[in-house]
Nanobody, 124 residues
């Protein structure tokens, strides 16, 4: 599975961005996936995760109520809608998928496929 993110950019605090993750290769539609972020000097953290069909989702406490993960399996694409952005949301954002399973996983070590990342910068 190859994953390519897009949609990052510079936005003012309070603004919104929508990230996309397009998958190619092995069928993405049967796998769960997650969105991670990492800023300089910090560990990569899970932001949101979804099951293979989007029926189950999980969010980090820091983004609950502001971010929404979704997917369109017909287009092999996942999304992360980010609203009410804050300067502390500034980071590189990565989509990822495990090679097995159907339900989402919160364990970063379960994720085998990674995109190259897209930068999100939120100005105050």
């Amino acid at each position: 599975v190859q994953l390519v993110e897009s949609g990052g950019g510079l936005v003012q605090a309070g603004g919104s961005l929508r990230l996309s993750c397009v998958a190619s290769g092995r069928s993405f539609s049967s796998l769960p996936m997650g969105w991670f972020r990492q800023s300089p000097g910090k560990a990569r953290e899970l932001v949101a995760a979804t099951s293979w069909n989007g029926g189950r989702t999980s969010y980090a406490d820091s983004v609950k109520g502001r971010f929404t993960v979704s997917r369109d399996n017909a287009k092999n694409t996942a999304f992360l809608q980010m609203n009410s952005l804050r300067p502390e949301d500034t980071a590189g954002y990565y989509c990822a998928a495990p090679s097995t399973g159907s339900d989402y996983t919160l364990n970063i070590y379960d994720y085998d496929y990674w995109g190259q990342g897209t930068q999100v910068t939120v100005s105050s």
